[in-house]
């Protein structure tokens, strides 16, 4: 059971560069989400997905987009990276309501020079 | 803004001694969750406690929730060495609202 898989795990851009950080989940979960910590910043919502087809802005969600591809799928969009955008970016998912326990992958590091 | 803030921001104590941090928060809550991070590694559940709930154990793990002072504490007791990691917090803002919002963390050192 792979839980919470992100690709990719490390990944240097140039400024003005775009990409897109890929997650998935096989826990049928309903709801997912995207982090980004930075030193002494602890953890920081960009984006959620309560249910496949919805999306909601975090606590930092400017110059970034996402996309609910299907139920397993979150994906994270840096349309033109800066360096402040440099951090790991974790996505998360959680499938019980009313709770909202979250399982974790691995994290993706990224690096905006 | 953040939610939650953990305390203290690190942590060192020995093998074998119990390791207490705590967490407060600004608003009302529905759930307090705590996590562990080790170093280069996604957060992992630990447990969580409702604001209906005063205390829960899990193993060697006791949480602590005062609702009237907005604040938890986690204790671990018998710490080992794989203990070291980074804990936080998260909580929601209360209400409709089941996001969990993280604090800064507690950087923890166990010593052998």
């Known amino acids: 059971n792979a839980g919470v898989t992100q690709t990719p795990k490390f990944q240097v851009l140039k400024t003005g560069q775009s990409m897109t950080l890929q997650c998935a989940q096989d826990m049928n979960h309903n709801s997912m989400y995207w982090y980004r910590q930075d030193p002494g910043m602890g953890l920081r919502l960009i984006y959620y997905s309560a249910s496949e087809g919805t999306t909601d802005k975090g606590e930092v969600p400017n110059g970034y987009n996402v996309s609910r591809l299907n139920k397993r799928e979150f994906s994270l969009r840096l349309e033109s990276a800066a360096p402040s955008q440099t951090s790991v970016y974790f996505c998360a998912s959680s499938g019980v309501r009313g709770a909202n326990v979250l399982t974790f992958g691995a994290g993706s590091r990224l690096t905006v020079l | 803004s953040q939610q939650g803030e953990e305390d203290p921001q690190a942590l060192s104590i020995q093998e074998g001694e119990n390791a207490t941090m705590n967490c407060s928060y600004k608003?009302?809550?529905?759930?307090l969750q705590w996590y562990r991070q080790n170093s280069g590694r996604g957060l992992v559940h630990l447990i969580l406690?409702?604001?209906?709930?005063r205390e829960k154990h899990s193993g060697r793990l006791r949480v602590t929730l005062d609702t009237s002072k907005k604040s938890s504490s986690l204790l671990i007791t018998a710490s080992r060495a794989a203990d070291t990691a980074s804990y936080f917090c998260a909580t929601d803002r209360g209400g409709g609202s089941y996001i969990p919002t993280f604090g800064r963390g507690t950087s923890l050192i166990v010593h052998p």
């Open positions: 608003t009302s809550i529905n759930n």
């Open positions: 406690i409702r604001s209906n709930e």
